[in-house]
């Protein structure tokens, strides 16, 4: 399959992988436990918390779309995460986007509290190659960065960190594989929260990682046995299923929220619009803040939801959702701003949701 395209791939995922009974439909593996032969024998499998058949199946496929060598499949984006730089050496140094989920900045500012980690933020690519240095241990970048939606030109950054001796780590939530792979760009490690744009249905909860480096691979798999924060068999499943369609689901998410943009960029009750121009994630300031409430409330189509990446539209407010744990006067030193709205916008018709957006601003 590696030699298929993209598409194919997402599509074929589970195919064949049950040679015994020729299901077309990767089976759910619910044993926690798996018989050996005899004495001595193993099938590969021996008990679930290390190795379960439906998430082997899906971690192939990441692996395969992310042009990587291999995947691990967590319990939550954030269980990702922690698994990961709980891998680190204590006292490493990090360089980091300044503007990064807020999830991500609530765990890391705990680890510095307690000494275990030391970082540098930075608000721009330009800050972030300089800040690089011999005593840099990791880089971590979201690109697009969120919400403000700043992109970061990774093979840049991975060629001035690997000069340094600095592994490279990108979060590549917000445009999945379809519109980057991190790997082939020359960063080590790829993360996902597959809660969002990978799964896409807003009914599973998964984190991945994604590494070509074996000596990676080998301490995550090993700690993720040790500690636990699988995937159950039933959400690899579901996860595998709504992977099928990510393509379809980007193009139109896309689609949708190039024209969402750009009705938003000549509104006069919007200030400011953040967009790529690539998949389905907008940020937009409105002239008057105190009129938010009014705006959220006012919305029948968008949903008032934390999260993002599902088939249904959500608008969210960063201030006091995603991105409350930042303290506000940190916040305001980036940009992220007590006037922004954050929207993730899915497959529903476009005239739908711009109509909606239209009516929630003026009324």
Do not use: C
């Given at each position: 399959m590696t030699d298929y395209q993209l598409d194919t791939i997402l599509a074929h995922t589970g195919i064949r992988e049950d040679e015994k009974t020729g299901a077309l439909i990767s089976p759910i593996h619910l044993s926690t436990t798996y018989q050996h032969p005899e004495f001595g024998q193993s099938t590969g499998f021996d008990y679930t918390r290390t190795k379960n058949p439906t998430r082997q199946t899906l971690e192939k496929t990441l692996a395969q779309i992310e042009k990587a060598d291999y995947a691990?499949?967590?319990?939550?984006?954030?269980?990702?995460?922690?698994?990961?730089?709980?891998?680190?050496?204590?006292?490493?140094?990090?360089?980091?986007?300044?503007?990064?989920?807020?999830?991500?900045?609530?765990?890391?500012?705990?680890?510095?509290?307690?000494?275990?980690?030391?970082?540098?933020?930075?608000?721009?690519?330009?800050?972030?190659?300089?800040?690089?240095?011999d005593e840099t241990d990791y880089v971590f970048i979201e690109t697009p960065t969120n919400p403000l939606m700043v992109e970061f030109d990774i093979a840049t950054v991975s060629e001035k960190a690997h000069a340094h001796g600095a592994i490279v780590i990108v979060d590549n939530t917000f445009y999945s594989p379809i519109y980057q792979n991190p790997i082939a760009l020359g960063a080590d490690i790829v993360l996902h929260s597959a809660t969002k744009y990978l799964s896409g249905h807003n009914d599973v909860l998964a984190g991945v990682l994604v590494t070509s480096n074996?000596?990676?691979?080998?301490?995550?798999?090993?700690?993720?046995?040790?500690?636990?924060?699988?995937?159950?068999?039933?959400?690899?499943?579901?996860?595998?299923?709504?992977?099928?369609?990510?393509?379809?689901?980007?193009?139109?998410?896309?689609?949708?929220?190039?024209?969402?943009a750009a009705f938003l960029q000549?509104?006069?009750?919007?200030?400011?619009?953040?967009?790529?121009?690539?998949?389905?994630?907008?940020?937009?300031?409105?002239?008057?803040?105190?009129?938010?409430?009014?705006?959220?409330?006012?919305?029948?189509?968008?949903?008032?939801?934390?999260?993002?990446?599902?088939?249904?539209?959500?608008?969210?407010?960063?201030?006091?959702?995603?991105?409350?744990?930042?303290?506000?006067?940190?916040?305001?030193?980036?940009?992220?701003?007590?006037?922004?709205?954050?929207?993730?916008?899915g497959i529903e018709d476009v005239s739908d949701l711009v109509a909606d957006l239209k009516t929630a601003l003026e009324a």
């Open positions: 691990l499949v967590t319990s939550s984006g954030m269980a990702a995460l922690v698994l990961l730089f709980n891998s680190f050496p204590e006292q490493s140094r990090i360089v980091a986007a300044r503007d990064l989920y807020g999830g991500s900045f609530r765990w890391f500012h705990e680890q510095e509290k307690k000494g275990r980690y030391f970082f540098t933020y930075t608000n721009t690519e330009e800050d972030m190659l300089a800040a690089i240095s074996q000596a990676i691979y080998d301490k995550l798999f090993y700690d993720q046995n040790t500690t636990g924060p699988t995937l159950s068999p039933l959400d690899a499943y579901l996860f595998m299923r709504g992977l099928k369609t990510l393509s379809l689901r980007m193009e139109r998410s896309t689609r949708n929220a190039q024209a969402i000549e509104h006069p009750e919007v200030k400011e619009v953040y967009y790529t121009g690539k998949g389905g994630m907008i940020s937009f300031k409105v002239q008057d803040e105190t009129r938010i409430p009014q705006i959220i409330n006012s919305l029948q189509v968008f949903t008032f939801a934390e999260s993002l990446g599902g088939v249904e539209s959500l608008i969210t407010y960063p201030a006091t959702q995603t991105h409350a744990d930042i303290p506000a006067e940190v916040r305001y030193s980036y940009g992220l701003t007590d006037d922004l709205l954050r929207i993730s916008i």
